[in-house]
Nanobody, 126 residues
Framework: QVQLVESGGDSVQPGGSLRLSCDSS????????IGWFRQAPGKERELVAC????????RVMYTDSAKGRFTLTRDKEMVYLQMTNLRPEDTAVYYC???????????????????WGQGTQVTVSS
C-alpha cells in the first residue's frame, strides 16, 4: 500500500483551469502505474488519465474526454493533473490511485488499483 493524498480541487467556472496534485508520501511515483479517476454522483468511477511506471514504458494515457484539455505530469513522489477548458460534465470527486501492473495502465479497471487517496472535489458551474 502507498499512501496517497490528493489536493487542488475547487469550484471554477466553465473554461477555467485547475491543477490537481497527488502526493505519494515519500514513494517514488515512477515505480508504479498512477491513475487519475473521477466519480460523479450516481455514476461509475471512471479513468481520466494515467501514467505507466518507468519499468513499463512511462507513457501517459488519456481518455477521449480528457485528451487535448488535461495534462498529466510526474515528478518524483508527485503526480499532477493540469486541467484546462473545464466543462460542467467534469464535475466529480477526483482520485489518484497506484498499483504495480503488468500492462498499460489504461486497460485496468478501478478495482485493480490497490492504493487510493480520499479524493478532491472539482466543481465546474456558472
Amino acid at each position: 500500500q502507498v499512501q496517497l493524498v490528493e489536493s487542488g480541487g475547487d469550484s471554477v467556472q466553465p473554461g477555467g483551469s485547475l491543477r490537481l496534485s497527488c502526493d505519494s508520501s515519500g514513494y517514488s511515483s515512477n515505480l508504479y502505474h498512477i491513475g487519475w479517476f473521477r466519480q460523479a454522483p450516481g455514476k461509475e468511477r471512471e479513468l481520466v488519465a494515467c501514467i505507466n511506471s518507468n519499468g513499463g514504458d512511462g507513457r501517459v494515457m488519456y481518455t477521449d474526454s480528457a485528451k487535448g484539455r488535461f495534462t498529466l505530469t510526474r515528478d518524483k513522489e508527485m503526480v499532477y493533473l493540469q486541467m484546462t477548458n473545464l466543462r460542467p460534465e467534469d464535475t466529480a470527486v477526483y482520485y489518484c490511485a497506484a498499483e504495480n501492473l503488468a500492462l498499460s495502465c489504461n486497460v485496468y479497471s478501478p478495482g485493480e488499483f490497490g492504493s487510493w487517496g480520499q479524493g478532491t472535489q472539482v466543481t465546474v458551474s456558472s
